[in-house]
């Protein structure tokens, strides 16, 4: 008798309950939540994951440890923080896994990056900070990036202009309500002044980069123009250069897993880009309708005006 992966499940949900639920530790609590015997369970994720759960829960443990102690936790805290019974044990598993111990701390530590604490792993699934996982996808062959690249980069200079524009703007037309329970989307909230769709304009861009920078949520700053532009101008560029990264390596396919949604929740890099240009387009387009009601020229921003600008 030949068993199959079951059809119909969520392989990556499996995945999450054997790697993040902190309350399986052992094979057969995992099995258990699965309403599965061990032997099964443990066949079933080895046959889908290619690697078995206790591995693959040992492997991302000692993902988020290296995380952890880059971010100055000790040791002792991390190891029994993973799951590990003595310091001795994690700093055998860490040491045969890094090829240095765990107190090992570089003479100028560099900047964290979303990489930089990953093992290989069969699957494409990493622990990304502070509590979710990252799972990488087919590399595929390029194509369009050119467009995606020309679209981002246009975006992040149309909301500078707009923001830039807006400094001009009377303080009680800025703060106007102009559409009375208007939403972009329903989980941003309302958005009926020009000063609250330029503010989701950029936190949108600054609430995406947290995720795929395993930052924490970002606090919500000031509203006014001159702030508005402080934070875009901080969060453009690193938004540039991730967009760049991921077209550079081909990645559009990989999966950012957001543990702290309830369910988890799974995100396409390529549907995330995609998702802030769409309304982040669909934002400018509303402010400059109500820079217009506000009597202040603005232009169509077109991106041919833009580039044919840049490149004159």
């Known amino acids: 008798m030949t068993e199959d992966v079951p059809t119909g499940r969520d392989r990556l949900r499996e995945l999450l309950d054997a790697v993040l639920d902190e309350d399986n530790r052992t094979l057969?609590?995992?099995?258990?939540?699965?309403?599965?015997?061990?032997?099964?369970?443990?066949?079933?994720?080895?046959?889908g994951a290619g690697e078995s759960p206790v591995a693959l829960r040992r492997r991302v443990e000692l993902e988020r440890a290296a995380w952890q102690l880059h971010g100055g936790r000790s040791v002792t805290e991390v190891a029994f923080a993973?799951?590990?019974?003595?310091?001795?044990?994690?700093?055998?598993?860490?040491s045969r896994a890094?090829?240095?111990?765990?107190?090992?701390?570089?003479?100028?530590?560099?900047?964290?990056?979303?990489?930089?604490?990953?093992?290989?792993?069969?699957?494409?699934v990493h622990f990304h900070p502070p509590?979710?996982?990252?799972?990488?996808?087919?590399?595929g062959a390029r194509g369009g990036d050119e467009v995606t690249a020309l679209l981002v980069h246009h975006a992040l200079e149309d909301t500078r202009a707009l923001l830039d524009l807006a400094k001009g703007v009377p303080a009680d037309?800025?703060?106007?309500?102009?559409?009375?329970?208007?939403?972009?989307?329903?989980?941003?909230?309302?958005?009926?002044?020009?000063?609250?769709?330029?503010?989701?304009?950029?936190?949108?861009?600054?609430?995406?980069?947290?995720?795929v920078e395993g930052a924490d949520h970002p606090a919500r700053g000031a509203d006014d123009p001159a702030a508005l532009?402080?934070?875009?101008?901080?969060?453009?560029?690193?938004?540039?250069?991730?967009?760049?990264?991921?077209?550079?390596?081909?990645a559009w396919g990989d999966r950012l897993v957001d543990?702290?949604?309830?369910?988890?929740?799974?995100?396409?890099?390529?549907?995330?880009?995609?998702?802030?240009l769409t309304f982040g387009a669909h934002r400018r387009q509303l402010a400059r309708h109500w820079f217009r009601e506000a009597g202040v020229p603005v232009d169509a921003g077109d991106p041919i005006d833009w580039l044919s600008r840049r490149t004159s």
């Open 229 to 250: 532009l402080a934070r875009h101008d901080e969060a453009a560029p690193r938004w540039l250069a991730f967009v760049r990264d991921v077209s550079r390596r081909a």
């Open 82 to 94: 993973a799951g590990y019974e003595s310091v001795e044990g994690f700093s055998r598993a860490f």
């Open 173 to 211: 037309e800025y703060r106007r309500t102009r559409a009375p329970g208007w939403q972009v989307l329903g989980w941003d909230g309302p958005e009926e002044s020009l000063a609250a769709v330029l503010e989701h304009l950029v936190r949108t861009t600054e609430v995406w980069l947290a995720s």
């Open 131 to 139: 509590t979710s996982l990252w799972v990488t996808g087919e590399q």
């Open 259 to 276: 543990a702290l949604c309830d369910p988890p929740e799974t995100f396409v890099l390529g549907s995330v880009v995609a998702h802030v």
């Open 28 to 47: 057969t609590e995992m099995a258990g939540d699965a309403f599965s015997s061990p032997w099964h369970f443990s066949r079933q994720v080895t046959r």
């Open 98 to 124: 890094y090829g240095r111990s765990p107190g090992h701390r570089p003479a100028e530590p560099g900047p964290t990056t979303r990489d930089g604490h990953w093992l290989p792993a069969p699957n494409g």
